[in-house]
């Protein structure tokens, strides 16, 4: 019983420990321009017209392929540049969850 209760909460432990890692690398790499809650109110958000995550019709429309090729390689005709050289394959992964996890309820 003890092994069992050691392993759950390892397994929380780390579960936590990585959603605050994608919170960090979210505040570090699209906060500015994505704000806080993917709505894109921010100064360059509104400049370069990015859209708002938090919409079911914006989720609807962006798989998670399209989401973390846009992360990878960036967005042509913007000024997203892509992270695919900054970003291991897990982190980019991760923020796609986190996107996704911005859906208005």
Known sequence: MKTRF???LALSVAASAQADD???VWKAKCKSCHGDDGKAKTKVGEREKIGDM?????QKNHSDEKIR???TEGVSGSKMKGYKDK???EEIDALV????GLQAK
């Open 87 to 89: 970003l291991s394959t």
């Open 6 to 8: 050691a392993l759950v």
């Open 69 to 71: 090729q846009a992360i």
């Open 54 to 58: 938090s919409l079911p019709e914006w």
């Open 97 to 100: 969850k986190y996107v996704r």
């Open 22 to 24: 994608v919170a960090d």
